[in-house]
Protein backbone atom coordinates (compact mmCIF):
# COMPACT_ATOMS: atom_id res chain seq x y z
CA UNK A 1 0.00 0.00 0.00
CA UNK A 2 2.79 2.40 1.14
CA UNK A 3 4.62 3.80 -2.38
CA UNK A 4 8.67 4.84 -2.10
CA UNK A 5 8.54 7.24 -4.91
CA UNK A 6 9.99 10.17 -3.82
CA UNK A 7 10.48 9.80 -0.36
CA UNK A 8 14.26 10.70 -0.65
CA UNK A 9 13.02 14.05 -1.13
CA UNK A 10 11.14 14.08 2.29
CA UNK A 11 13.07 15.16 4.53
CA UNK A 12 13.95 18.15 2.09
CA UNK A 13 10.54 19.28 1.93
CA UNK A 14 10.10 18.93 6.22
CA UNK A 15 13.61 20.98 6.25
CA UNK A 16 11.43 23.48 4.13
CA UNK A 17 8.26 23.64 5.81
CA UNK A 18 10.25 23.72 8.88
CA UNK A 19 8.20 20.85 10.13
CA UNK A 20 8.90 17.63 12.42
CA UNK A 21 9.15 14.49 10.37
CA UNK A 22 8.37 10.84 11.50
CA UNK A 23 9.18 7.85 9.57
CA UNK A 24 8.88 4.08 10.24
CA UNK A 25 10.00 0.99 8.65
CA UNK A 26 6.94 -0.98 7.63
CA UNK A 27 7.27 -4.07 8.80
CA UNK A 28 3.90 -5.56 8.04
CA UNK A 29 2.19 -6.64 4.75
CA UNK A 30 -1.04 -6.51 3.05
CA UNK A 31 -2.79 -9.28 5.58
CA UNK A 32 -6.32 -7.96 4.87
CA UNK A 33 -6.90 -7.49 1.03
CA UNK A 34 -10.72 -6.81 1.56
CA UNK A 35 -12.66 -3.90 0.22
CA UNK A 36 -13.11 -3.12 3.93
CA UNK A 37 -10.79 -3.15 6.98
CA UNK A 38 -11.34 -4.31 10.58
CA UNK A 39 -10.52 -3.53 14.30
CA UNK A 40 -7.18 -2.73 15.42
CA UNK A 41 -7.61 -5.51 17.96
CA UNK A 42 -5.90 -8.61 16.33
CA UNK A 43 -8.35 -11.35 18.65
CA UNK A 44 -11.29 -9.76 16.81
CA UNK A 45 -12.17 -9.73 12.64
CA UNK A 46 -9.38 -12.30 11.69
CA UNK A 47 -6.09 -11.63 12.88
CA UNK A 48 -4.76 -8.36 11.88
CA UNK A 49 -1.45 -8.50 13.51
CA UNK A 50 1.21 -8.11 11.09
CA UNK A 51 -1.28 -5.52 8.68
CA UNK A 52 1.05 -2.89 7.00
CA UNK A 53 -1.97 -0.85 8.16
CA UNK A 54 -0.76 -1.13 11.76
CA UNK A 55 2.36 0.04 10.93
CA UNK A 56 1.00 3.27 10.31
CA UNK A 57 -1.36 3.06 13.19
CA UNK A 58 1.51 2.96 15.28
CA UNK A 59 3.92 5.47 13.07
CA UNK A 60 0.61 8.03 13.92
CA UNK A 61 0.22 7.30 17.42
CA UNK A 62 3.62 8.26 18.03
CA UNK A 63 3.11 11.70 15.98
CA UNK A 64 -0.27 12.12 18.23
CA UNK A 65 1.59 11.42 21.70
CA UNK A 66 4.21 14.32 20.45
CA UNK A 67 2.14 16.93 18.82
CA UNK A 68 -1.62 16.24 20.52
CA UNK A 69 -2.96 19.03 18.46
CA UNK A 70 -2.77 17.43 15.63
CA UNK A 71 -6.39 16.73 14.88
CA UNK A 72 -6.34 15.01 10.79
CA UNK A 73 -4.00 13.36 8.22
CA UNK A 74 -3.37 14.24 4.87
CA UNK A 75 -3.28 11.45 2.20
CA UNK A 76 -2.38 11.43 -1.43
CA UNK A 77 -4.32 7.78 -1.99
CA UNK A 78 -7.34 9.71 -4.02
CA UNK A 79 -7.63 7.03 -6.13
CA UNK A 80 -7.88 4.11 -4.19
CA UNK A 81 -10.77 2.68 -2.03
CA UNK A 82 -7.87 0.36 -0.50
CA UNK A 83 -6.08 2.89 0.67
CA UNK A 84 -8.61 5.35 1.72
CA UNK A 85 -10.35 2.94 3.53
CA UNK A 86 -7.29 1.98 5.74
CA UNK A 87 -6.41 5.60 6.21
CA UNK A 88 -9.79 6.36 7.93
CA UNK A 89 -9.74 3.26 9.69
CA UNK A 90 -6.18 4.61 11.29
Known amino acids: ?11 FVAQALDVPLYRKVISGSAV ?3 S ?5 DATKNG ?12 LLST ?3 AH ?4 GVSVG ?4 NYQR ?3 EHV
Do not use: C, F, N
Open 63 to 65: VKS
Open 68 to 71: PDIE
Open 36 to 40: EYGAR
Open 47 to 58: GLEGDETEDLYS
Open 77 to 80: AILS
Open 1 to 11: MYQTVGQDAIE
Open 32 to 34: DLS
Open 85 to 87: VRV
